[in-house]
């Protein structure tokens, strides 16, 4: 059978040969394609009776084709029973593609310049099988290979779709009969890609992949663009993302993707919430320029500049050396530069709160400051997350907890990981004079801060303006050391001050005057 076709419209030819007395065959076709669009300079051939086409010859123009999918089927040899059928790739639903195409049973090769046009593929590949694009140019030939397979060669693809555009060439060998292990073929592809929004790479992740690797990757990724982008896929895809479980054992191929961040964020236990069961467990990473790689199932964000939780962080790389193994840890390393209270803020916003029995809780302080801080975070176990971080002060006025005064120009560092807090060098103005201050969390999980310091009569003069107290203190001279015990349980706090006073003058009745020189042995608690 043989058709010449100058310009046709499909649609319209469709639904009038659908009312005429036509074979079986013939009218199963027509519904099966169920075509829409027109052929231009079209020229057809074909040897058999629908579906068991013997040989087929297809060359010409389409403008605006739509079809239905159609499975692939392979080749088969003629029998005493049944004819011999001809090869047939598969094909996916589509819709408004324009294009030329020059085929047969051998093989074929076929352009595409097509704006405004759908995929419809089949459910198992991706979250969502119907795929747009705006526009989608394409240069490709395919060949029939033995063994029932079918060689795609790819010379230029190139799309748009809603500010993502890629470019991609390469080879796919696809097996006509779905084998057990390897339905999906081999590829061999590299391109480019920009503009891809990073909270939407779930719809680009192909449903064969470890459903928890999709998942991950589809809600960690909340925000990002990514520019100037690559990607490189060797191998057979039945072993994608080419996991390696051994030390040493060679990888089954090669799949590299990555490129430029541009306001990227990430959200790193985004199944798991804070106590108000909307905000996240921890403060997101967000606003970050940098850069993400992933090399078969490594993952790594580095991260030039971002913030979380208001303050600017600075080379922060997040990495997941293997996103398929049986335990996968993201590891966060990063360091944060702002104000002290919204730094302090951080160990009040995050587990970190839990760790260090909410010590932090009524911290207050001014002046700016920085964290460095290190995440060992179990994707599936995110209770045994590991921290270590360090609060470092710079001369700034700090208010520790609400029955401690406030401390001035104070510096030091507070350390902190999942067992506690550390302060480390500790020293400020307090009361007038000197003070060092140092102790953590014990072994029974409590807290006990050990303080040495020099108080003045200035000093407090200073700190307590109210009249009362200044008409108290006038009768107070010199200065004195003293020692401070606060211990804390259940965010409660003990304190208790210890002094003998030498050195203060007290001007007061007896027996509460005394010289400088003279000790009165003091304890407050």
Same mark, same amino acid.
């Given at each position: 059978t043989e058709v010449q076709i100058k310009l046709l419209d499909l649609q319209t030819l469709a639904n009038f040969v659908g009312r005429l007395p036509l074979p079986a065959d013939q009218l199963r076709l027509l519904e099966d394609f169920a075509p829409r669009g027109q052929l231009k300079d079209f020229s057809a051939q074909w040897q058999g009776t629908y579906p068991e086409i013997v040989s087929y010859k297809l060359k010409g123009d389409f403008l605006k084709l739509s079809m239905n999918a159609q499975a692939a089927r392979s080749a088969r040899a003629a029998t005493a029973k049944v004819p011999a059928r001809a090869a047939v790739p598969a094909i996916p639903g589509f819709e408004n593609l324009s294009g030329r195409i020059d085929a047969n049973n051998q093989g074929g090769s076929f352009v595409l310049a097509s704006d405004q046009i759908k995929f419809a593929l089949p459910p198992a590949t991706f979250a969502d099988p119907e795929i747009a694009f705006d526009t *989608?140019?394409?240069?490709?030939?395919?060949?029939?290979?033995?063994?029932?397979q079918l060689l795609l060669t790819v010379k230029n693809l190139n799309f748009a779709k809603q500010g993502l555009t890629a470019s991609l060439s390469g080879t796919h060998l696809l097996p006509l009969n779905k084998q057990a292990g390897h339905g999906l073929g081999t590829i061999d592809v590299t391109g480019s890609v920009s503009g891809l929004e990073l909270n939407q790479i779930g719809n680009y992740l192909p449903m064969a992949m470890n459903a928890d690797f999709r998942n991950w990757l589809s809600h960690a990724l909340i925000?990002?663009?990514?520019?100037?982008?690559?990607?490189?896929? #060797?191998?057979?895809?039945?072993?994608?993302?080419?996991?390696?479980?051994?030390?040493?054992?060679?990888?089954? !191929?090669?799949?590299?993707?990555?490129?430029?961040?541009?306001? !990227?964020?990430? =959200?790193? %236990?985004?199944? *798991?919430?804070? #106590?108000? /069961?909307?905000?996240p467990m921890w403060p997101l990473l967000e606003k970050v320029k940098g850069? &993400?790689?992933?090399?078969?199932?490594?993952?790594?964000?580095? /991260?030039?500049?971002?913030k979380t939780?208001?303050?600017?962080?600075? =080379?922060?790389?997040?990495? @997941?050396?293997d996103l398929l193994a049986d335990d996968p840890m993201l590891e966060i390393d990063g360091n944060a530069a702002g104000t002290m209270q919204n730094l302090v803020k951080y160990t009040v916003d995050s587990p970190v709160a839990t760790w260090i029995d909410h010590f932090t809780d009524e911290t207050k302080a001014t002046g700016n400051g920085t964290l460095g801080l290190k995440l060992q975070l179990p994707l599936n176990r995110l209770i045994d997350a590991k921290v270590q971080g360090v609060l470092k002060f710079a001369n700034n006025n700090v208010t520790l907890q609400n029955v401690i005064p406030m401390m001035s120009g104070t510096t030091g560092q507070l350390e902190f990981n999942e067992k506690g807090l550390t302060l480390n060098g500790i020293k400020s103005t307090f009361l007038g004079g000197p003070l060092t201050v140092g102790g953590? $969390?014990?072994?029974?999980?409590? @807290?006990? &801060?050990?303080?040495?310091? $020099?108080?003045? %009569?200035?000093?407090?003069?200073?700190?307590?303006?109210?009249?009362?107290?200044?008409? *108290?203190?006038?009768? &107070?001279? !010199?200065?004195?050391?003293?020692?401070?015990? @606060?211990?804390?349980?259940?965010?409660? %706090?003990?304190?208790?001050?210890?002094?003998?006073?030498?050195?203060?003058? *007290?001007?007061?009745?007896?027996?509460?005057?005394?010289?400088?020189?003279d000790a009165m042995p003091l304890k407050f608690e």
């Open positions: *989608l140019n394409m240069d490709a030939q395919w060949a029939f290979q033995k063994n029932d925000a990002g663009t990514l520019r100037d982008g690559s990607i490189k896929l #060797k191998g057979d895809l039945a072993h994608f993302p080419f996991h390696t479980s051994k030390s040493g054992e060679k990888p089954k !191929g090669e799949f590299t993707f990555g490129g430029k961040i541009d306001d !990227g964020g990430l =959200n790193y %236990a985004p199944d *798991l919430f804070a #106590k108000d /069961g909307k905000s850069t &993400i790689q992933f090399d078969r199932t490594r993952m790594e964000i580095k /991260g030039e500049s971002g939780n208001g303050v600017d962080v600075s =080379n922060v790389k997040a990495v @997941i050396p953590g $969390t014990q072994k029974d999980g409590n @807290i006990l &801060i050990k303080a040495d310091g $020099t108080m003045t %009569a200035a000093g407090l003069r200073k700190n307590y303006p109210s009249p009362a107290m200044q008409k *108290l203190i006038d009768k &107070i001279t !010199g200065s004195t050391r003293f020692g401070a015990t @606060i211990a804390v349980k259940s965010k409660h %706090a003990d304190v208790v001050v210890e002094s003998n006073l030498r050195g203060l003058g *007290l001007d007061f009745p007896a027996p509460l005057n005394k010289a400088a020189k």
